[in-house]
């Protein structure tokens, strides 16, 4: 790694037997743990773990499968579920000494995010979802010619065999694309950036695609049996997504209702890589939730 968050420290935290966790640590005061998306790793938080970091101790890990992080062979189905990936922060956090502490995710991160406050509602006091929906209400959302947004979704959703041999044949293409197409402003990625993105994403092929997987299969079941059960997120919630929701057909504000008694939803004018687009926007969004 040659980029780093500006004044953080960075260590390796084993979070199970076989995963160890690449985490970037500054600041002090209440624990703030911040989650990337895909195809990108902690970095992408650079701006705003900056600013929270004045008041507040900032964890930025690389999930399992991602970045600097260990990326075990998917052996189960459970190796990259959004539960066992919950698991990993909530022992993270628990190793740096942080028992209860917010939590923030960005696009697979905040999947992951969201498991953890259904998982472990006594843990994560406030909980921050960036620009994506529940796994099963994604899926039920996506139909017709619309769904050809989200290809990826379908061909990483394929058995193991063809996806990582289709991805890893032209794998800075395949990820640098979501990289072009998803920002609105192309100079929020700097071209240091970008390229360390594309070699960590390169790099983890096939465990990005089974954390992928895991999300048309097991993360669902998990997801029907909360909605079966009528589980909702016990903590104040805060969502910010783009405005796709008129585009696609569907109510966004009204999807995460159903799971978040006590939700603030917003739309911004930035692109999905919001936290590089606009940081001031999210961080401003993250201490008014912090605030509740």
């Known amino acids: 790694m040659t980029s780093a968050i500006p004044g953080f420290d960075y260590q390796h935290v084993t979070v199970d037997d076989e995963v160890t966790l690449n985490v970037a640590v500054g600041g002090a005061g209440s624990p703030v743990v911040l989650l990337h998306g895909f195809p990108q790793t902690h970095l992408m938080w650079r701006h ?25 062979e998917a052996r189960t189905a459970d190796t990259y579920s959004k ?8 022992a993270l956090a628990g190793t740096l000494g942080h028992e209860r502490f917010a939590l923030a995710g960005h696009d ?52 193991p065999g063809l996806p990582e ?59 029907q049996a909360d909605r079966a059960a009528g589980s909702r997120l016990a903590m104040p919630v805060a969502v910010v997504q783009q405005d796709w929701g008129a585009a696609l057909g569907y109510d966004a504000a009204g999807l995460w209702r159903a799971w978040a008694a006590d939700l603030e939803h917003r739309t911004t004018s930035a692109g999905h890589f919001m936290a590089e687009e606009a940081p001031d926007e999210i961080s401003e969004v993250l201490r008014s939730l912090l605030a509740r």
């Open 108 to 159: 697979r991160g905040a999947l992951v995010a969201l498991r953890a406050g259904l998982d472990h509602p006594a843990t994560i006091t406030h909980l921050a979802i960036l620009d994506v929906l529940p796994t099963l209400d994604m899926w039920d959302v996506l139909h017709g010619s619309s769904a050809a947004v989200a290809f990826h979704l379908y061909l990483m959703a394929q058995p």
């Open 48 to 72: 705003v773990a900056v600013d929270l970091a004045t008041d507040h101790t900032v964890i930025c890990p690389d999930l399992r499968g991602y970045g600097a992080s260990d990326k075990p």
């Open 165 to 223: 041999q289709m991805i890893g044949a032209s794998a800075d293409a395949f990820f640098g694309y979501f990289l072009d197409v998803w920002a609105r402003s192309p100079r929020a990625i700097p071209a240091e950036v970008r390229a360390e993105y594309l070699k960590a994403a390169r790099e983890a092929v096939p465990s990005i695609v089974a954390d992928y997987r895991a999300s048309a299969g097991i993360d669902v079941e998990h997801d």
């Open 83 to 90: 539960r066992t990936m919950a698991a990993d922060i909530v």
